[in-house]
């Protein structure tokens, strides 16, 4: 459309990281993210919490995230801000922050979906990363959300399956809980799971109609399998942490790469996008590599920082939207359920 490069500052605050990015046109020019640290303490997030230290973190992150780039505020073209799904008291933090800066600077505001942008996040251009195109299937796996999308166009999305339970990243978590592993769990199951026997202990794999997950069960068949070994064996989870591990790691990807071969079958479709903290799952980024020499799939996995939640997959959603003049109204409020 224009040949101008478009800055875009984005904030990202829907869960537990403050984040600020500035993009120029579809690359990134920095991407700051400020992880609260208080949650391990409490071994998840506590939203109280997470709103007071976003409330503390996001000028500095901004600050950051502008210095970095080195762009002046004065030079940005828009805002654009997450919100929702996610906390209310979080999303309240970036959004009034986002609609006051846009006000002060006289400058457009971008709402963007979380959810959404956890797929856009496929098109910021980075060297050594392929771009999708469209028709894709997209599986976003997160601490909050697991779901399979049709994805059409930039904007013409469609739900073809969730999590009925759990999210995905919910189901490791809470395992490693049981395991006496520090919040957020995911990545030490991930870790030690590579170190152990994945056939060591078989846990049921639910079942779940169509495309939908179910996560609960089998969190409750790993806390009961747990409570009757160590009633045998105090130093059970000691002396079988990573064969525990690799067996929960073994069926979760199970359970996603069923779910994906169904979704192939049913569409027709063998691109395959992936996206959210769970994306930086070794496991799952190991299935998708062998699915492409076995079934000729094509996977797109996100480069490690645009995995977890962050503020420039916010900004490339703000720059595809900037491109079509789609912008918001300063009387938005942010909205903790927001459909795709
Ligand atoms: O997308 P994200 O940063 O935040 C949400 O929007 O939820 O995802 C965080 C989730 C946590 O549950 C975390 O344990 C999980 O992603 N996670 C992982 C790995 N890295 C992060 N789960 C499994 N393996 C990993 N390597
Ligand atoms: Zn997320």
């Not at 920082?305 to 912008?327: P, R, S, W």
Request: charged residues 20%; glycine residues 8%; hydrophobic residues 40%.
């Amino acid at each position: 459309m224009e040949n101008k490069a478009i800055y875009i500052l984005a904030i990202e605050s829907s869960c537990d990281d403050t984040s600020a990015a500035v993009m120029c046109n579809n690359r990134t020019l920095s991407n700051v993210v400020a992880t609260q640290k208080i949650h391990e303490e409490y071994g998840g997030v506590v939203p109280e919490l997470a709103s007071r230290a976003h409330q503390q973190n996001i000028v500095p992150v901004v600050h950051q995230a502008l210095a970095k780039a080195n762009i002046d505020k004065k030079q940005l073209s828009a805002i654009a801000f997450t919100r929702g799904p996610g906390l209310m008291g979080s999303l309240l933090v970036g959004t009034s922050f986002a609609k006051s800066l846009s006000l002060g600077l006289n400058i457009p505001l971008i709402e963007v979906n979380h959810m959404q942008a956890h797929i856009l996040s496929h098109f910021i251009v980075e060297d050594n990363y392929k771009i999708p195109s469209f028709p894709f299937l997209a599986m976003t796996i997160s601490g909050g959300h697991t779901q399979i999308v049709l994805v059409k166009n930039y904007f013409d999305m469609e739900v073809l399956g969730e999590s009925l339970d759990d999210a995905v990243g919910e189901a490791y978590d809470k395992s490693a809980k049981i395991l006496g592993l520090p919040y957020p769990g995911g990545p030490l199951v991930d870790k030690y799971a590579q170190l152990g026997n994945p056939k060591a202990f078989p846990f049921p794999k639910p079942k779940v109609e169509g495309l939908n997950f179910s996560f609960s069960g089998l969190k409750t068949s790993i806390l009961y399998f747990i409570q009757r070994e160590t009633k045998n064996n105090p130093n059970f989870i000691a002396e079988n942490r990573d064969d525990i591990c690799a067996s929960i790691q073994h069926t979760i990807v199970n359970i996603l790469m069923d779910k994906l071969k169904k979704a192939v079958k049913q569409t027709g479709i063998k691109q395959i996008a992936i996206g959210g903290g769970v994306s930086a799952n070794s496991g799952i980024r190991q299935a998708l590599a062998e699915a492409e020499s076995k079934w000729g799939w094509t996977t797109y996995v996100p480069k490690f920082e645009y995995c977890t939640d962050n503020a420039a997959m916010i900004g490339i959603v703000g720059y595809l939207k900037h491109q079509e003049q789609d912008f918001t109204k300063q009387d938005v409020t942010a909205q903790a359920r927001y459909i795709l």
